[in-house]
């Protein structure tokens, strides 16, 4: 029927391309077996824990790369706790997300709210645990010997200025270790001084990877832990240099070299710490000589030490990789990090209440659809088919994009998300009613209903236009400064907003058109929506007879 | 398929019978907006009033997000004792904070528990203790934990959120009308939506939460939306007003009656989804964000509708006609009248008087101008000669 377009509307092309548009979405779909969006954890269970840093030294702005290596260590961490599928996410410049599905475990929170302590720690012994040795020595193994059991503890007891529970003392009962330091702290030379006793050896021989450690991670108080492999042991000293005094860490590969080395700025007061302790531990004999990095209670790595160091520059060798080299360099800098954190919302959605929330999603969804359709079949009559099949069509693109949205960049539908999608059927099918209403408009002056079609929409689409960009605008601000699940509704309402757009110029308009040129539509059937006494223009021409006979005649001007 | 449709079985409505819709667009019924404007501003200042009394005296429920706290749920099927065991179970457990424990139930198989910020431990003492006595695992038991300051966050963003847009608004409105005193109208009406959606929200005691907030920032784009409708009728009948023979305020009533039906039918589809959301929010989950967005979407986008009618068009068309070229235009219009109905008094006919001014001006009958009805004259095309469609002329 409508086979040949009387001005440039091409309405069956731009039909098929946007159904090839369509199959394309749903293709790529295919392609990579995803048919149903990532759902928020609202949605499926999990916990939530959204924590807001802080500049530790005052006032003045986060920096984005501090929060960025923050984030990295805090998924470094509970990826070591062992949490599938967890994500941490930055968010608003100053907040760090973590997402971990089906976990119901509350020390997570405790696990990635607790701040990040790095330590240097002189190594006492160093042994292979024979508990869980599974794991092969990590890649900067070689930067530590690999056994050396020739420690030669001296059992004197050092001077009283460290309050630790002497170890000389015979007490069959051993007191529980500190948990708290002690202050005033004690002097550098003081913990140079410090030599394990007998209950921290005796601690240490005990001791295999994968059990509690015997030793509270305290600053003063020795440490007996293992590496991040769990392959060997550590017993250590009290921490000599905060990681707070490491101004800069970098992996490089030096002149002359192919290998990769971490280099280690400290500031002037670790920088004449560090002088003090690389000269204390060259002169002491392996595994003394060695450092152990120590970060949460873990030993990062333990280079020794075959020198003093002067100058605050430090140069870690090993046979890393650039990516070990990175992540040590990561990990030394998160000392660095100026940001302090708290724990702001904590989130633990059952997976009960996810499914329970999802199905009320559903439910309202599917009702707010149904009202829409039926309201629009009671008052548009005929044209509730272009309402239905705009919406489908819309519906179509907006499953595809939040699917593919889902796969693509880790966008996940929360409660709120899906409250938008509910939002936008009004704003979608209120473009639709604005056009419909135009082209009574235009029929009412006396326009024929075809011309109304053409016509309606120019005038329409001014409208429609400015009604979305405010929709679009609000998203877009509401999107950038919402806070936490909200933001979901921010991204679904924009998305949504466009699609419509997208349908209404490229499926409802063409729709339209071809309908216009069918008998039932066009000569204003009554059902169809634009029957003349539905629209109260019974002396108006609906059908422009003129251009019927003028076909004949070769069409109208 | 269409073929079998063309008879009808049987009309429903009398073929002479004009629909509401077109009789309003050819102005042959209207209701004077702007001329009763008095009486809306009325009814407009009681619900703001109570709006600010419900503000006031009962205050807004601000939800734990605002506030800071712990907050627990667990499915339950509530029974009479519920409330009570769940409450003295969670006070055996000794919390720092015993006195501010608030044990609620939402719908019948869900009970709520919010309490003062706690630690992880005493979450897991809380969960443990609700979970022994509703028999369920403690894995069962959802909740939520906000620090202090999180309220403070949020409610700064919002701040901010609210302030960059109204800005944002002020700016969309007049690029697009550039007309300073639209942009005011819309603006004025923008705030009696917000004032009016926070009312309710008072008055009714839901929550306040961020889902909340979103939807009050949300409300501010459909409020603006049902105002650009209106505005854009307005503008477009009132392109030529100082060579038309009516007021602006003529002018602008014509538009709001016209853009009517269409006003009505968007906020019907826009209320009808956010409706549904509002009672799924409040009736399936009890508690939650589509609830809490519902509300505030719901009550907004119908004071949205409202103030772009009432409120909006008659302050625009109040504060066009107190300016100088418009003052002038009704002069014209008044001499012109007084000189038709003077030539009336030799031809013996209906007078008609025109007022203007305060009041919109009172259809002038065009026949005593000798003038063709304005609508005749709007840029359309030419009268078709009348003819019926195919399907008609068979009957």
Request: proline content about 5%.
């Amino acid at each position: 029927m409508a086979t040949t377009s009387r001005k440039h509307a091409h309405p069956l092309r731009t039909l098929v391309i946007l159904a090839v548009v369509i199959v394309g979405l749903f293709t790529i779909m295919a392609v990579n077996r995803v048919w149903t969006p990532k759902l928020g954890l609202d949605l499926r269970g999990g916990s939530t824990i959204t924590l807001t840093a802080a500049n530790s030294t005052g006032e003045g702005s986060v920096d984005p790369d501090s929060l960025e290596l923050a984030r990295t260590i805090i998924q470094q961490r509970i990826d070591g706790y062992g949490v599938g599928e967890s994500e941490v996410t930055t968010s608003g410049g100053n907040q760090i997300i973590v997402s971990a599905p089906n976990v119901q475990k509350d020390d997570l929170v405790r696990l990635v709210g607790k701040t990040a302590q790095l330590y240097f720690r002189q190594v006492f012994k160093e042994e292979a645990s024979s508990g869980t040795a599974t794991a092969e020595p990590t890649a900067t193994a070689s930067a530590q010997p690999q056994q050396s059991a020739s420690a030669n503890p001296t059992p004197t007891a050092s001077s009283t200025g460290n309050k630790r529970p002497l170890p000389a003392l015979p007490t069959p009962q051993p007191s529980p270790r500190p948990t708290v330091a002690a202050t005033p702290a004690p002097t550098m030379d003081d913990m140079l001084k410090w030599t394990p006793s007998a209950r921290d050896t005796s601690d240490f021989d005990a001791f295999q990877c994968g059990q509690t450690s015997p030793t509270p991670d305290v600053v003063d108080q020795p440490l007996i832990t293992c590496d991040q492999t769990k392959s060997y042991k550590y017993l250590l000293g009290p921490a000599l240099i905060s990681g707070q005094h490491v101004t800069r860490a970098q992996a490089a590969v030096p002149q002359n070299s192919v290998a990769y080395v971490v280099t280690l700025q400290f500031d002037t007061q670790g920088a004449a710490d560090f002088e003090t302790v690389t000269g204390h531990l060259a002169s002491q004999t392996s595994p003394e000589n060695q450092f152990g990095i120590v970060l949460d209670g873990e030993v990062i790595s333990a280079p020794s030490v075959s020198k003093a160091i002067p100058g605050g520059q430090a140069q870690i060798e090993g046979s890393f990789t650039q990516k070990t080299a990175t992540d040590l360099a990561n990990v030394l800098s998160y000392g660095a990090l100026p940001l302090s954190f708290e724990i702001s919302s904590v989130e633990n959605v059952s997976a009960k209440l996810g499914s329970d929330q999802l199905q009320a999603g559903i439910i309202a969804g599917l009702i707010g659809l149904a009202l829409v359709l039926l309201y629009s079949i009671l008052y548009y009559r005929g044209l509730a088919l272009v309402v239905s099949l705009s919406l489908v069509v819309a519906g179509l693109l907006t499953w595809s994009m939040i699917v593919l949205l889902g796969a693509s960049m880790g966008f996940a539908l929360n409660l709120p998300g899906i409250a938008g999608v509910i939002v936008a059927i009004g704003v979608t099918a209120d473009s639709f009613i604005i056009y419909f209403e135009r082209i009574r408009d235009e029929v009412r002056e006396g326009r024929s209903l075809r011309t109304a079609i053409e016509t309606g929409w120019v005038r329409s689409r001014k409208t429609i236009v400015v009604a979305d960009s405010v929709s679009l605008l609000s998203a877009l601000v509401l999107f950038i400064l919402a806070i936490g699940a909200v933001k979901g509704f921010a991204f679904t309402l924009g998305l949504t907003t466009l699609i419509d757009l997208a349908v209404v110029f490229f499926f409802t308009k063409p729709m339209m058109t071809l309908l216009g040129r069918t008998k039932f539509f066009g000569e204003g059937h009554r059902f169809s929506g634009f029957e003349p006494e539905h629209m109260g223009a019974s002396k108006a021409p609906l059908h422009n007879s003129q251009r019927k006979r003028g076909a004949v005649a070769g069409g109208e001007a | 398929m269409t073929d079998q449709l063309t008879e009808p079985q049987a009309p429903e409505t009398p073929v002479k019978k004009q629909s509401i819709a077109h009789r309003l667009y050819t102005g042959d019924i209207s209701y004077d907006f702007v001329g009763h404007r008095r009486v809306w501003y009325t009814v407009s200042a009681i619900v703001l009033l109570i709006s600010v009394a419900a503000l006031l005296f009962r205050g807004l429920n601000w939800g734990i997000e605002f506030r800071g706290g712990a907050d627990f749920q667990a499915p339950i099927t509530v029974t009479a004792n519920t409330v009570e065991d769940v409450r003295s179970a969670v006070k055996a457990l000794n919390l720092p904070s015993q006195d501010d424990i608030t044990v609620t139930t939402v719908g019948s198989n869900t009970v709520r528990v919010q309490t003062q910020p706690l630690t992880e431990t005493e979450v897991t003492q809380v969960k443990t203790a609700i979970a022994d006595v509703s028999g369920i695992q403690p894995d069962d038991v959802a909740y939520s934990l906000i620090g202090a300051s999180w309220g403070q966050q949020i409610t700064t963003q919002a701040t901010i959120a609210l302030v960059v847009f109204l800005v944002l608004v002020m700016g969309l409105i007049w690029a697009y009308f550039r007309e300073f005193k639209m942009s005011i109208a819309a603006i004025l009406a923008l705030l009696h939506d917000l004032l009016v959606t926070v009312g309710v929200y008072a008055l009714i005691g839901f929550s306040v939460t961020p889902a909340t907030m979103i939807g009050v920032l949300t409300i501010l784009g459909y409020s603006l939306y049902d105002t650009v409708v209106v505005f854009d009728k307005i503008r477009e009948n009132t392109h030529d007003i100082t060579n038309s023979r009516h007021t602006y305020s003529y002018q602008a009533n014509a538009a709001v009656n016209q853009v009517l039906v269409r006003s009505l039918n968007t906020t019907i589809i826009g209320v009808l989804p956010v409706a549904a959301l509002l009672i799924t929010g409040a009736f399936v989950l009890g508690t939650g964000p589509l609830k809490d967005l519902g509300l505030a979407l719901f009550v907004g986008m119908i004071a949205g509708a409202y103030s772009s009618i009432f409120i909006a068009t008659p302050l625009l068309a109040q504060m066009r006609e107190l300016d100088p070229d418009m003052a002038e235009h009704r002069e014209r219009l008044q001499r012109r009248a007084a000189r038709a109905a003077e030539k009336s008094v030799h031809k013996p006919k209906t007078v008609s008087t025109v007022s203007v001014g305060d009041a919109t001006a009172a259809s002038i009958d065009p026949a005593t101008l000798g003038l063709v009805p304005a609508k005749d004259l709007d840029a359309g095309p030419r009268k078709q000669p009348s003819r019926h469609p195919r399907s008609r002329r068979k009957k």
